[in-house]
């Protein structure tokens, strides 16, 4: 396995007489990575040699915590305290709050060594809150909430219409169908503006579009997210989901014994319940067409949710939590990501033009972009790859080691220790990218001198926990972005300025962002 990471670390040592300074960084990444993973190897022989342990570890008090959330109102910063507490305990600390305990990972070469250990039915605790509400209503756990063999089982059915590149292509026509209805949307919602060219709260409007699109996708119907008027039913789902994760900060953090003294917890199940109202009821709508061809003696043929019931391999409530589950994992990733992109692409006009030249040679006016398109788009590529570096969707996630204890260096952890992995900072760190607060597409383009560890940015997970929508979300991306350059010049709004990000479990602009859409001459 050292030599794995040897490997993924070769491209870092180019030959010179004179090693730069992010060289000899990536040069010292490569030598930690192979001596935290050698030690892992050879932690099950360590001998009479003293391991250290979880209390050997730095880190702020269970108070200390308490004052950076609540007193100075971290609570919905927690990613920009990743980075204080990176600054004043170092790549990994561990943190106590209560019973809880956890260790903070921090460091590319650290994270590495501890996913390459999870075993085969990695665990993650981030949602414990949402199988309470399953277990409550008595209701089956998703691709989310699920453990053990039977997640294993579940994702592997799931995973078949949704990780294979092939398959994701398949969902290239529903996802361009959506887009052409935004793109309506947009020149409406434009045209209405007193400047006659302005959206704003551009993150809504991309959440309303990335629904739709995941809706018809999953539920292979369309919902109304695009409608000048939603239905009454789509408005609560939506603000459903909505007020759901706004109240998940609280519950989270909030001790079991204020559930029955305010008002969140009450509200965070209310919202699961409409969600699922909402899902369920669709899926029935579904069953109920695919048993009507079936009596009439007609061909069962369709995309994803016709897949789920009729291939017989997962029972029906299954099929209700795992819908559930995939529409909230589909949502955010799409629309925050594509909201950051346009907003950096507003302030860097050059950078944008060089985009629009790009997409417009490797897909004519005279046609709508294509998947296949997309593999001639390399800027296009690196400008969503650059945003999700920045901007995360999930700043942090966490990991039950459960099968075996964890070596990493010379510390040993025992079973069912939980990790939190920091994702935000560790993209966010100069030791891993040069000017990191720089919005730079251009660092991935081929021919660049990449320098950063490779778990220094993985938005979508690693291995067996990886996203299970991330081809659908790339492709829903990579099309509606092109689209949309193709056809305006997007320019900021002089009134908006220094938009930051706040996390509600997903990193979200702190303010709305309004962009100007000017249609190009060329359209």
């Avoid at 609540?70 to 910063?77: E, K, Q, S, W």
């Avoid at 391999?313 to 594509?338: H, M």
């Avoid at 720089?438 to 940015?457: D, E, I, N, Y």
């Amino acid at each position: 396995m050292s030599a794995m990471i040897s490997t993924s670390l070769r491209r870092c040592l180019l030959p010179s007489r004179r090693v730069s300074p992010l060289l000899q960084t990536c040069r010292t990444r490569r030598t930690q990575a192979r001596a935290l993973h050698g030690a892992a190897a050879a932690g099950v022989t360590q001998g009479d040699k003293k391991m250290k342990t979880f209390d050997d570890l730095p880190g702020p008090s269970g108070l200390t915590e308490l004052y950076w959330f609540f007193i100075r109102g971290y609570l919905l910063h927690t990613h920009e305290l990743q980075v204080i507490y990176k600054k004043r305990y170092g790549p990994w600390w561990k943190s106590v709050l209560g019973d809880n305990k956890a260790v903070i990972v921090t460091d590319p070469a650290i994270l590495e060594v501890l996913l390459r250990q999870e075993g085969k039915n990695p665990l993650r605790n981030d949602i414990d809150l949402w199988r309470t509400h399953r277990e409550m209503r008595n209701f089956s756990y998703g691709p989310f909430t699920e453990r053990g063999e039977k997640w294993r089982a579940l994702r592997t059915v799931l995973n078949q219409k949704m990780l294979k590149p092939k398959e994701a292509k398949n969902y290239g026509g529903s996802i361009n169908e959506v887009i052409s209805d935004f793109m309506t949307r947009l020149q409406e919602l434009r045209r209405q503006s007193p400047s006659g060219d302005t959206v704003t709260d551009m993150a809504n409007e991309l959440y309303r579009f990335a629904l739709e699109g995941v809706s018809y996708i999953v539920f292979e119907t369309r919902i109304g997210c695009l409608d000048k008027h939603i239905p009454p039913e789509t408005q609560k789902f939506i603000n459903s989901i909505a007020q759901m994760f706004r109240n998940f900060v609280f519950v989270i953090y909030l001790p079991p014994w204020t559930r029955n003294l305010l008002p969140y917890w009450k509200r965070y199940l209310d919202n699961w319940d409409n969600i699922f109202h909402f899902g369920n009821k669709l899926v029935d709508k579904k069953m109920s067409e695919i048993q009507s061809r079936l009596e009439k003696g007609q061909e069962v043929q369709g995309e994803y949710l016709t897949y789920l019931l009729s291939s017989g391999k997962i029972s029906l409530p299954e099929v209700y939590g795992s819908v559930c589950e995939l529409l909230l994992a589909g949502v955010d990733t799409t629309s925050n990501t594509l909201c950051w992109s346009l907003y950096h692409l507003s302030q860097d006009p050059e950078l944008q033009q060089s985009l629009y030249e790009e997409v417009i040679m490797a897909a004519p006016m005279d046609r709508i972009p294509v998947a296949d398109d997309i593999t001639h788009m390399p800027l296009l590529r690196a400008v969503i790859k650059e945003t999700l570096r920045l901007y995360p969707v999930v700043p942090t996630n966490a990991r039950y080691i459960t099968e075996n204890e964890v070596v990493i260096g010379d510390y040993k952890f025992p079973k069912n220790t939980l990790f939190v992995l920091n994702h935000y900072a560790i993209a966010r760190d100069e030791a891993n990218f040069k000017d990191p607060e720089k919005f730079s597409p251009q660092r991935w383009l081929r021919g660049q001198v990449m320098t950063h560890h490779p778990f220094s940015a993985i938005p979508f997970g690693y291995g067996l926990r990886a996203c299970v929508g991330k081809r659908i979300a790339e492709l829903e991306m990579h099309l509606a972005l092109s689209r949309i350059i193709r056809m305006f010049e997007v320019k900021p709004d002089p009134t908006v300025k220094n938009v930051k990000s706040i996390s509600r479990i997903v990193l979200s602009p702190n303010k709305k962002i309004n962009l100007r859409f000017i249609e190009r001459k060329s359209v």
